[in-house]
């Protein structure tokens, strides 16, 4: 691994990484990626999700590390599919969603970044609200086609300022401050 990095983002998932390296250039922030396949537990919380992974994924990176959890949720199903997104993603997919989603488009995407380097996780969470969209537009990865954020008429992969008011830019917006501070506070 290369030294020049700040901390690593550890993932199975290369577009969440791209996007997250993107996002954090802004903050003179330098992510490397940490391929990982995280054995996700069962919870309800994607909280204590991110938390566990946090804990895993330093113990194979033995570096300071983030990981990220999100969930697509959809008040209308009960907050279906929360944070069992990446399973229904890859079983039911957004063609699926499209056929569950009925005149209640209302939807909201969260982010939770934990931050671990050995000691209790630190969390920062970022929700962008909006709604489903009525077929598939753009060409993006995940739900991207599917979900249009609040105040837009595109959705996420028709959008060129993504990550600019995505869930995850929320989350590591407040996690890029808080490690500027403890970097500053000689941390
Ligand atoms: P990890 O290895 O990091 O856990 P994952 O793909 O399993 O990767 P998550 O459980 O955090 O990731 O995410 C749940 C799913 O939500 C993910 O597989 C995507 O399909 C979807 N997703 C998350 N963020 C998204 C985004 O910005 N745009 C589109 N889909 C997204």
Redesign the pocket.
């Known amino acids: 691994m290369r030294k020049s990095f700040d901390l690593y983002f550890a993932?199975?998932?290369k577009n969440?990484y791209s996007?997250a390296r993107e996002i954090l250039s802004k903050f003179q922030i330098h992510l490397g990626f940490f391929e990982?396949?995280?054995i996700?537990i069962q919870s309800s919380s994607i909280l204590e999700i991110a938390t566990q992974?946090s804990l895993d994924a330093y113990l194979s990176c033995k570096r300071p590390v983030i990981?990220?959890?999100?969930?697509?949720l959809i008040p209308s199903l009960g907050g279906f599919p929360g944070p069992y997104?990446?399973y229904v993603?890859k079983t039911i997919g957004n063609a699926g969603i499209l056929n569950l989603v009925k005149s209640k488009r209302a939807a909201e995407?969260h982010?939770v970044i934990a931050y671990c380097d050995g000691k209790k996780p630190v969390l920062f969470q970022g929700i962008t609200r909006g709604v489903i969209s009525k077929k598939q537009r753009g060409d993006?990865?995940?739900?991207?086609p599917i979900?249009i954020p609040g105040g837009k008429t595109k959705t996420?992969a028709e959008l060129d300022d993504k990550n600019t008011i995505?869930?995850?830019y929320k989350a590591l917006g407040k996690f890029a401050r808080w490690f500027d501070m403890q970097k500053s506070s000689g941390r």
């Open positions: 993932s199975s998932n969440k996007e990982f396949a995280p996700e992974k990981v990220e959890d999100d969930g697509l997104s990446s993603f995407f982010s993006g990865w995940g739900y991207d979900f996420y995505s869930h995850r």
